[in-house]
């Protein structure tokens, strides 16, 4: 079994298997090697319903249909989930279709993958409400290192991509790393390379920790 160490993209990978490639509902047709996250993305809440969040999906599809695609064995992970200021959705309505797939994620038993943009204070109160068993990933983390430790001391894990601040990536615990591409072309072998160079170990030893951190998160039901 491939393991992935590349946590979230939006393009096919090279190699199946290693990347968990990110797919909307409406547009999830998962292959037998490849692995994969579903989510509602925050920019496309405006398409559903607030009074019946994910019920109405552009392909008329339900919240159970949802449901069922998270528990395809290819899916390793819920999202990208995420609350983002400069949407054009209103913010409650996003807080909403949030909180449907935090706990999609809970009953899955699979880690959410969360898109963040202005909303600290939003996310740290519904981690505080909901209080999940599952793992929360920001993903394409650009913080600074402050922030970072504050995500750190509530439980969140940390995924970097192409950009990112130096002294943030340096000061996350191994165990809360991980690495993606998203929507870059950079290979993500490079991305090691240079990720490894920041915090002082070789390209190998980080891929390791991160491998293991994959398995542990995405793998252990």
């Known amino acids: 079994m491939t393991i992935p160490?590349?946590?979230h993209t939006h393009r096919q990978p090279?190699?199946?298997?290693?990347?968990i490639i990110n797919c909307f509902p409406e547009t999830f047709d998962p292959q037998a090697e490849g692995w994969y996250s579903v989510g509602v993305h925050p920019w496309h809440a405006t398409t559903f319903s607030a009074a019946s969040p994910l019920s109405s999906l552009p392909s008329s599809l339900s919240l159970s249909e949802l449901e069922q695609m998270l528990h395809h064995p290819r899916v390793l992970a819920v999202g990208e989930a995420g609350l983002d200021k400069l949407a054009a959705a209103p913010l409650s309505l996003q807080v909403t279709i949030f909180e449907s797939q935090a706990l999609l994620?809970?009953?899955?038993?699979?880690?959410?993958?969360?898109?963040?943009v202005k909303?600290?204070?939003?996310l740290l109160k519904?981690?505080?409400?909901?209080?999940?068993a599952v793992p929360w990933i920001i993903h394409g983390f650009r913080g600074k290192a402050a922030l970072a430790e504050?995500?750190?001391?509530?439980?969140?894990?940390?995924?970097f991509g192409e950009?990112?601040?130096?002294?943030?990536?340096?000061?996350?615990?191994?165990?809360?790393?991980?690495l993606e591409t998203d929507e870059a072309t950079t290979p993500i072998s490079l991305l090691y390379e240079r990720a490894a160079e920041?915090?002082?170990?070789?390209s190998e030893k980080l891929e390791e920790t991160i491998r293991r951190n994959v398995s542990e998160i995405f793998f252990k039901r």
Request: proline share 6%.
């Open 126 to 132: 519904l981690k505080r409400r909901l209080r999940p």
């Open 5 to 7: 160490t590349d946590i």
């Open 198 to 202: 920041v915090r002082g170990v070789s």
């Open 150 to 159: 504050e995500y750190l001391r509530h439980g969140f894990h940390l995924s």
């Open 163 to 178: 950009r990112y601040q130096e002294a943030a990536l340096r000061m996350v615990s191994p165990e809360r790393l991980f």
């Open 14 to 19: 090279q190699v199946p298997g290693e990347a």
């Open 119 to 122: 909303t600290v204070d939003e």
């Open 105 to 116: 994620a809970e009953e899955s038993g699979k880690p959410l993958i969360i898109h963040l």
